[in-house]
């Protein structure tokens, strides 16, 4: 059984990410925003391989159909959670000073 981060040591996992990063076009999945070439590696804005269903969440780590090119930094921030959209900063709710 694979646990959660075992999947990324194996050759089959390198080989997984070497062919979504020439594959794929490099935009983000989870922000929609183009993932710089030239950002280092392991920088904020580097590319990263996002599983859509996370591994500990049982999604399969090495079916294409669940992985997602991403910026390191949103990969990073959507840690385990299954939402495929970036934390949006909630506005608090508009005061109505009478009904309408
Ligand atoms: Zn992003």
């Keep these: 059984m694979v646990t959660t981060n075992d999947y990324v ?5 390198n080989l997984l990410r070497a062919k979504i990063k ?7 999945g989870i922000c929609g925003l183009p993932i710089p070439r ?3 590696p392991r920088s904020r804005d580097s590319w990263s391989l996002d599983h ?3 591994v500990a969440e049982g999604g399969d780590p090495y079916d ?4 997602q090119a991403s910026h390191l930094r949103c990969n990073s921030a959507k840690c ?3 939402t495929t959209a970036p934390a949006k900063y909630d506005a608090p709710p508009v005061k109505v000073s009478r009904c309408w």
Aim: proline content about 8%.
């Design 52 to 54: 859509i269903i996370p």
């Design 64 to 67: 294409e159909m669940n992985v």
């Design 9 to 13: 040591h194996t050759h089959r996992w």
């Design 22 to 28: 020439q594959t794929r076009p490099w935009v983000c």
């Design 80 to 82: 385990a959670r299954t």
């Design 38 to 40: 030239t950002a280092l």
